[in-house]
């Protein structure tokens, strides 16, 4: 199971840690994907962190801004969120999966989700 949490409002500029808590297996077994979805958009990766080795990629948009750790004793992949701005507006999925690198953003590599967390930037 995955457990996301942490979204909420936030001024343009401002910052959030968005925590996924897992169980049922190990992250050093499967890579953690976070993903977010706005109104009348698709679902989109925002950052993945591999299981073995823990490696990390982010989408461009959010690159430099986002970062993406994870806590194996407490079995909780982070993403902590800094300079936010209106159009990262969205729910935001966490899910498991072992997708190649290169193409780690494809949602439909991944087999278990989260139930979403909404995070509003207001300008």
């Known amino acids: 199971q995955l457990q996301a949490s942490g979204g909420g409002l936030v001024q343009a500029g401002g910052s959030l840690r968005l925590s996924c808590a897992t169980s049922?297996?190990?992250?050093?077994?499967?890579?953690i994907g976070w993903f977010r979805q706005a109104p009348g958009k698709e679902r989109e990766g925002v950052s993945y962190?591999?299981?073995?080795?823990?490696?990390?990629y982010y989408a461009n948009s959010v690159k430099g801004r986002f970062t993406i750790s994870r806590d194996n004793a407490k079995n909780t992949v982070y993403l902590q969120m800094n300079s936010l701005k209106p159009e990262d507006t969205a729910v935001y999925y966490c899910?498991?999966?072992?997708?190649?690198?290169?193409?780690?953003?494809?949602?439909?590599?991944?087999?278990?989700w989260g139930q979403g967390t909404q995070v509003t930037v207001s300008s």
């Open positions: 049922g297996f190990r992250l050093v077994d499967y890579g």
């Open positions: 899910a498991r999966g072992r997708p190649v690198v290169s193409a780690w953003s494809t949602s439909s590599l991944y087999d278990y």
């Open positions: 962190i591999r299981g073995s080795g823990g490696s990390q």
